[in-house]
Nanobody, 125 residues
């Protein structure tokens, strides 16, 4: 059984920061690419960031580039998403997903086989 659990969401002011965690069980996270996605109310799910299971290559959506940083701690079987300079448009439920290919780092949903239940991020003054 593969399981991903997101945590770290909450309510922050514009310009604030949050660090999201994606903890894996049932598989060794370091062997898989991990993607962070988000879905805002009334909007389609979009890719935010990803990190490959081999080599640690990363990608970011243009909307978060320079503000968000993805990282992994294989000892803790956890991937993180550090979010800085948050904007109201970052408000969404954030999901992590495990890729089906260890070298994959992108935002195509069919490339991911396991998804967490999401954590809410709200950016508001």
């Amino acid at each position: 059984q593969l399981q991903l659990v997101e945590s770290g969401g909450g309510l922050v002011q514009p310009g604030g920061s949050l660090r999201l965690s994606c903890a894996a069980s049932g598989f060794t996270l370091g062997y898989y690419g991990i993607g962070w996605f988000r879905r805002a109310p009334g909007k389609e799910r979009e890719g935010v960031s990803c990190i490959s299971g081999i080599g640690g290559s990363t990608n970011y959506a243009d909307s978060v580039k320079g503000r968000f940083t993805i990282s992994r701690d294989n000892a803790k079987n956890t991937v993180y998403l550090q979010m800085n300079s948050l904007r109201p448009e970052d408000t969404a439920v954030y999901y992590c997903a495990a890729g089906l290919k260890s070298r994959y780092c992108g935002f195509q949903s069919p490339e991911f086989g396991s998804w967490g239940q999401g954590t809410q991020v709200t950016v508001s003054s």
